[in-house]
């Protein structure tokens, strides 16, 4: 071990000879250098005021092929920025979400009474009254992304029945999906509970569904169920609208990431959606995968653990 190794990790006296168990008394850091070990395994650590990030590699190099390497970091100033950043985010977006709420409600009251205005004044109107709720949507989801970015760990997990989540997202989906004149099936959803953060799954699907009703055709299909696969269960939400074609795959869950600028600039939005599902799919410890080419539809996938069912 280096002598920043041994700063980092605190440890004192000369490390070459001793039982790992003995020089690493964190039982979680010894388990990094576990010969039987596979693969390479990250911890995040604090020691006092640090936050260590350890990595363990393996090193087929030493010890007949049971060799490890630890390599310890420093990330503290790395997290603290990036609180700093997600503080910033959420500030600005807070103080700005104020005067275009305010926008918003003075021109949906005026459109109240749209028969008094010239046709003209109407149109104009109109469009700042949409233009301010894309504002406050946006800077709804910028606070909502810093808030779970700011939040350290893993999101809390419970059973969650599915059906009550997707029904909501349905419902909340209704006018959409009856303006597109879109069919909506279900499939798998009694009685599956999964172990999910309550709030957050319902973010996801709620995006997901969103995201399936927009980018559909006039007259669709947009599916959501459930399969057990893998001792878990996997929520898919399924279209047949305009797909995806896989170069974007990679990108589509970045912030701010659109396909087609033109196409989604008309369709509203701002490029938020799937970097939150991302971001949710995260922390709650969720898989989540995508099958999609341009022209026929796409299929997004989110896998969770099951939860025992309900008692009745
Ligand atoms: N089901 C889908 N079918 C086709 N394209 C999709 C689908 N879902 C997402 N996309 C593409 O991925 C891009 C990013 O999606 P995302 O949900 O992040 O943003 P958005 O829907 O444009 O805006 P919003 O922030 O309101 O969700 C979309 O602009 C669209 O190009
Ligand atoms: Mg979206």
Not at 35 to 52: F, Q, V, W, Y
Not at 55 to 69: A, C, F, K, M, T
Not at 161 to 190: M, N, P, R, Y
Request: hydrophobic fraction near 40%.
């Amino acid at each position: 071990m280096n002598a920043a190794g041994k700063r980092l990790l605190r440890l004192e006296g000369e490390s070459v000879g001793r039982p790992v168990g003995e020089l690493l008394p964190d039982p979680e850091l010894a388990s990094l250098l576990r010969p039987s070990l596979e693969g390479e395994r990250e911890l995040a650590l604090r020691r006092g005021e640090n936050e260590l990030r350890v990595r363990s590699l393996p090193l087929p190099e030493l010890d007949g092929g049971r060799g490890r390497l630890l390599i310890v970091e420093d990330v503290s100033g790395l997290r603290r920025s990036e609180r700093q950043r997600a503080e910033l985010i959420a500030n600005v977006s807070h103080e700005l979400r104020t005067p275009a709420t305010a926008i918003a409600g003075y021109a949906e009251t005026l459109l109240e009474d749209a028969g008094r205005l010239d046709p003209e004044v109407a149109r104009m109107v109109e469009v700042i009254h949409r233009n301010a709720r894309r504002l406050t949507e946006l800077f709804d989801d910028l606070l909502y992304l810093s808030r779970i970015d700011g939040q350290d760990g893993p999101l809390p997990l419970s059973p969650v029945a599915v059906a009550a989540v997707v029904g909501e997202c349905l419902d909340k989906a209704s006018a959409a999906v009856a303006e597109k004149e879109l069919t909506v099936q279900t499939f798998g959803l009694e009685g599956v509970r999964v172990l999910a953060h309550r709030e957050a799954l319902g973010h996801i699907v709620g995006n997901l569904v969103e995201n399936a009703v927009k980018y559909s055709h006039r007259g669709g299909v947009v599916t959501v169920g459930a399969r057990r696969r893998d001792g878990g269960v996997r929520v898919e939400v399924i279209d047949v609208g305009i797909g995806i074609s896989p170069e974007h795959h990679e990108r589509i869950f970045e912030r701010f990431y659109r396909v087609d600028k033109g196409r989604a600039r008309a369709a509203g939005g701002t490029g938020l959606g799937l970097a939150i599902v991302a971001r949710l799919c995260e922390k709650m410890g969720a898989r989540l995968s995508l099958r999609s080419q341009l022209g026929s539809g796409s299929v997004f996938r989110v896998w969770l653990p099951e939860a025992a069912p309900a008692p009745d």
